[in-house]
């Protein structure tokens, strides 16, 4: 099922997201999704996040989708050329993945091998671009597809909370123009500049997912305060994880923050897409908190 | 050694907008040049009286040398619309910060050949891509200023305008729209998407 049809339907879509692992054995990742992923529409599934080198996304969607879940295939620009890309949605499409979400990907610096080559010969706009040509039956050189042609949901990121919202606007057009159909948002904490952003995005005409992490602690939220692009946790939030440390450590806290936030911004977006980030097990109690 | 080749004619004239001023850099002896093409072309705008000036001359890479040869005509300079130059990446990539507000443009894509590259100082890089990108990105090289070399625009990386491979490096894309936006620019990035082409060896020896 594309996730599309649901936005089409009128529905609040909810993803999370799971990473795969580094080794051949997915029944963690499966169990874990099973347990407190059921109830929510569709599970994101990283490629290689962070640079750091894993078991590949489009096997370990296949391993979801067998345990009854609905994945979607995450797709970097950073490990394959357009060959590549092209041939791996065109594996995806057979075994019956059509969910996808295209991004650029992190610097291979950025990971566990910081001496690989770097592709980038697509970007998350090229790659867009890419899936929608082989929607209409030739691949990037113009040469015709055998027989049926492919058909995803297809979905990328914006960061609504960056430092240049007019930045990011210009480049959510160049996503849209290229052919997105969907998008999620980096991790927002600051309600206020989701809901400018929203006004503002609402002119692509495009379903938006609110990007939502459950603060774990003070010190996550420093660390991405320094080193996540787009992500800003306001000092009155980590006031408010510092103030009872039981309370923030059991989860209590983080699940009230994120809670509030999505009731905040839900009437602005159409989805939200959470990033457990190891707290899976949190996400029943948050969707229920924040009334979803 | 580097060729440099003028873009067609078309592309280049819908590029110009209003007046312009041609800098034609015959560039150091590692550089082969279009004169000949390059030379009717500007004759051809010159003739339908849009051309405030022109200077032939070389180097222009070097930003001091370029200072001092425009010095004298910063009057024909400040009359034109649109800065029209004609020599490999570097130098347009030098004409475009050293006149920051003004709409530079271009005239030429750069393609590499095996050999001794020359000697260019070290404030702005050229890749040869043979594509030059550089009239959809205000000047700026998107290949050699992005770490991942990106030609569609800014990946989710950059933080407080530095770029995520380097907290030392300003974000290349950041200053692509920054340029853009000052020089009234950002309609370029409705441009269809780009895509590289590294066969463009093939189209040199053609
Ligand atoms: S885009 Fe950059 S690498 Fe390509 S020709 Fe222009 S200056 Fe050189
Ligand atoms: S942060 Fe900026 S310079 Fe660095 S890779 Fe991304 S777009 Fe390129």
Same mark, same amino acid.
């Given at each position: 099922m594309r996730i599309t049809e649901l936005f089409d339907n009128g529905e609040f879509v909810v993803t999370a997201e799971v990473g795969p692992p580094k080794? +051949?054995?997915v029944d963690h990742v499966v169990e874990e999704a099973k347990s407190?992923? /059921?109830? +929510?529409t569709a599970v994101n599934v990283t490629d290689n996040q962070s640079s750091v080198m894993r078991m590949g996304s489009l096997p370990a969607c296949i391993a979801l989708k067998n345990a009854g879940l609905t994945p979607i295939l995450q797709l970097t620009? =950073?490990? =394959?050329n357009r060959i590549a890309l092209q041939s791996e949605l065109l594996g995806a499409a057979m075994l019956g993945i059509d969910n996808i979400l295209c991004l650029t990907g992190d610097?291979? !610096?950025?990971?566990?091998?910081?001496? $690989?080559k770097p592709v980038f010969d697509l970007d998350s706009v090229s790659l867009l671009h890419t899936v929608k040509q082989l929607e209409s039956?030739?691949?990037? $050189?113009g040469n015709p597809l055998v027989g049926e042609a492919p058909k995803f949901a297809k979905g990328a990121v914006v960061s609504p909370? /960056?430092?240049?919202i007019d930045a990011q606007l210009a480049k959510m057009e160049r996503k849209v123009m290229a052919g997105c159909d969907y998008f999620q948002t980096q991790a927002v904490f600051e309600p206020e500049k989701f809901i400018k952003f929203m006004e503002a995005a609402k002119q692509f005409g495009k379903p938006v997912q609110l990007g939502v992490i459950i603060p774990k602690s003070v010190g996550m939220c420093k660390f991405m305060n320094n080193n996540v692009a787009g992500v800003h946790v306001p000092d009155d939030m980590l006031e408010e994880l510092r103030a009872d440390k039981e309370k923030t450590k059991a989860g209590i806290t983080g699940v009230e923050i994120a809670a509030r936030i999505i009731k905040e911004c839900k009437p602005y977006c159409q989805g939200v897409h959470i990033? $457990?980030?190891?707290?899976?097990?949190k996400v029943p109690a948050l969707l229920e908190k924040a009334g979803i | 050694m580097l060729i440099t080749e003028m873009k067609v004619g078309e592309t280049l004239r819908s590029l110009i907008q209003g007046k312009v001023f041609t800098i034609i850099c015959h560039g150091c002896r590692e550089v082969r040049f279009p004169e000949q093409e390059v030379n009717a072309f500007v004759r051809e705008l010159a003739a339908e009286g849009i051309v405030t000036g022109t200077i032939t001359t070389d180097y222009i890479c070097n930003p001091d040398f370029l200072q001092m040869r425009l010095k004298g005509r910063m009057a024909e300079i400040e009359d034109a619309d649109t800065i029209l130059v004609f020599s490999c990446g570097v130098g347009v990539q030098t004409v475009s910060s050293y006149l920051e507000d003004k709409r530079v443009i271009a005239g030429c894509d750069t393609y590499a050949l095996p050999g001794y590259q020359g000697v260019t100082p070290l404030e702005h890089d050229c890749d040869?891509?043979?594509?030059?990108?550089l009239n959809l990105t205000g000047g700026i090289c998107p290949l050699t200023a992005c770490s991942k070399s990106l030609i569609n625009g800014q990946c989710g990386g950059a933080k407080n305008g530095k770029c995520e491979v380097d907290?030392?490096?300003?974000c290349g894309w950041e200053r692509i729209y920054r340029r853009l936006e000052k020089i009234g =620019?950002?309609?370029?990035? !409705?441009?269809p998407v780009q895509l590289r082409n590294y066969a463009t060896d093939d189209e040199v020896s053609r």
């Open positions: 080794g +051949i054995c407190y992923l /059921s109830g +929510i620009c =950073r490990d =394959r610097h291979t !610096k950025m990971g566990d091998h910081p001496g $690989a039956g030739v691949d990037l $050189a909370c /960056s430092d240049s990033m $457990a980030l190891g707290w899976e097990s | 040869q891509c043979g594509q030059c990108y907290s030392n490096m300003d =620019r950002l309609d370029v990035l !409705k441009c």
